[in-house]
């Protein structure tokens, strides 16, 4: 029925078929970054809430699923071209172009949302939310204590996990009306305060002096916007590959 | 102005803490030293001195600097040190009460065996403001947010309260001013650069993508144009099989309707037959 192929349309069948092979590995690789940004290990998604910018988890929701679903249609591609029949192949490249388009959205989201973290915006956070009062138990109250339950308990663990104080240090608590906060000194393996006074004045190893570090998730983030661009980037050059490749076949 | 090995910690503006080491000052009259150590010094003094001397012993002083004002903490003091009774000339609720206050003040006041020298991690200190907010004439109390300090040591005659010794003037301490947290602006920064180069390429890759994808769309559909058969009139009627042990000429069947051979007057009607299949009728050319 069909014409023996020559060769070079042998070879480009074939690098096509490998980018899709390409795409498909790059997709499961990835996915699994946009679940270990969204499972939140480290439990920072309150601090996140609190600002009203939570719109880097919607980037990394649909950077998941874009992932996933440009894993299982490049497979399916790799089929498509291998038997190039028009109505498969036409499929094929409609399908990449929607999922191409979601995978974009997903990208644009986390790198655009990202901007929104400057460490003023945690300092000035924590200092009007860590440890005030809780208003009144109501249903429209919820959120309220929602935030700052969750902002002293974050800010507590941090305090004493990572040994820090602060945003910028001890200072923050000082300069900004605030309160001595003793989860700053150091504790020992019971809990216990180990030195009070000398935690009071300052001295160095019962003060934790360090800056709080830079949350991870901000670090993580760059895997959902980057790394989607890159997939992105590879991906525009298989489909108007496979674009090509549908024009120059026989009806 | 005491100058060498002063080290201070603020922690908290309520409790401005500083470690002094007044210089050795020698009093002529009373024959006591004051070492070069910490804060504690008034510890170490010489117990001979202790025995046979009572002298009240009284620690920092707070005198704030301030430049607009033509009077400050200090120069009142000097003006003062010389009269009677020292420590009721300014006692703490007053001293920085109202602009015409004296702005110093006399604290822990007491022998020096009663004297507090509290030592943390190998560091001696004293923490000023350790009362907090307290009222009674001479006690611990914190200083004015914002202020500028100095302090020093002095040693007072329990009779009258004369002041016999003193250490040197401290440097200053400038206490943080307080900051109202939502004056803290914690508005955009600012386009990253990531963050453009992120969205600018990848939405120029995707209007080109949907740009080609509409192009190719639109040629598959409609301007494909049919694509010709290549017929070379003659040479598929018959042809040789090139077999070189036995040439024998092929006679084409779809040419076996037409039992003549081509000429000028009759050519050869060319036909096409759909998907090869020579069952089908042929259309002419």
């Known amino acids: 029925m069909t014409p023996d192929l020559d060769t070079k349309d042998r070879c480009f069948r074939a690098l096509l078929i490998w980018s899709n092979l390409v795409i498909a590995c790059c997709g499961i690789a990835l996915m ?82 990202k901007d929104w973290f400057v460490p003023d915006l945690f300092l000035k956070q924590m200092l009007q939310k860590y440890n005030k009062p809780l208003p009144d138990n109501l249903p429209s109250t919820q959120d309220q204590i929602y935030v700052i339950n969750g902002i ?43 030195h009070l006074e000398a935690c009071k004045i300052g001295v160095s190893p019962f003060l934790h002096a360090q800056v709080t570090l830079k949350a991870d998730f901000i670090r993580h983030s760059f895997g959902v916007s980057w790394f989607g661009f890159a997939i992105l980037c590879w991906t525009f050059f298989v489909i108007l590959g496979v674009i090509f490749h549908y024009t120059q076949l026989d009806f | 102005m005491a100058r060498n090995g002063h080290r201070y910690r603020y922690w908290n503006p309520m409790h401005l803490i500083g470690h002094i080491k007044p210089n050795g000052i020698h009093s002529s009259v009373f024959d006591v030293t004051f070492w070069c150590t910490k804060v504690d010094t008034v510890c170490s003094t010489s117990h001979t001195e202790q025995r046979k001397r009572k002298h009240s012993i009284a620690f920092l002083f707070f005198l704030i600097l301030q430049p607009c004002y033509i009077s400050t903490g200090v120069s009142n003091f000097d003006a003062d040190k010389n009269k009677t009774y020292i420590d009721t000339l ?11 206050s004296k702005k110093y003040f006399l604290t822990k006041l007491g022998l020096q065996k009663d004297y507090p020298c509290p030592v943390v991690a190998g560091t001696d200190y004293f923490r000023v403001g350790s009362d907090g907010s307290c009222s009674t004439p001479n006690c611990n109390g914190i200083l004015p947010v914002g202020s500028t300090a100095r302090f020093r040591y002095v040693l007072i005659n329990p009779a009258n309260k004369t002041v016999v010794a003193e250490s040197l003037w401290s440097n200053n301490i400038t206490l943080y001013p307080l900051k109202d947290p939502e004056s803290i602006d914690n508005g955009f920064a600012g386009r990253s650069a990531s963050m453009i180069v992120i969205t600018s390429i990848l939405c ?82």
């Open chain 2, 90 to 100: 300014s006692p703490y609720p007053t001293a920085f009460s109202s602009n015409t």
């Open chain 2, 204 to 285: 120029s890759f995707l209007a080109l993508l949907l740009l080609l994808l509409l192009i190719m769309l639109i040629y598959v559909l409609c301007c494909r144009e049919e694509k010709q058969e290549i017929q070379v009139p003659g040479s598929v009627r018959m042809y040789d099989t090139h077999n070189l042990k036995d040439p024998s000429p092929y006679v084409n069947r779809a040419y076996e309707d037409e039992p003549q051979r081509p000429t000028a007057t009759s050519p050869i009607r060319l036909k096409s037959y759909t998907d090869y299949d020579l069952k089908k009728p042929a259309t002419e050319l």
């Open chain 1, 152 to 194: 002293t308990e974050t800010w507590n663990r941090f305090m004493t996990e990572s040994k820090c104080c602060g945003v910028y240090g001890p200072e923050d608590w000082v300069k900004n009306e605030s309160h001595f906060r003793q989860q700053c000194c150091q504790q020992d393996a019971m809990g216990a305060i180990s």
């Open chain 1, 32 to 113: 699994p970054m946009c679940i270990f940004f969204i499972s939140d290990r480290g439990r920072l998604y309150v601090l996140v809430y609190a600002t009203g910018n939570d719109s880097i988890w919607r980037g990394a929701w649909k950077g998941l699923f874009t992932r996933f679903s440009l894993f299982c249609t490049s497979i399916f591609g790799m089929h498509a071209i291998a038997v190039s029949k028009i109505n498969i192949l036409l499929a094929y490249i409609l399908l990449m172009a929607i999922i191409y388009a979601f995978e974009v959205a997903s990208a644009i989201t986390a790198a655009t949302h």
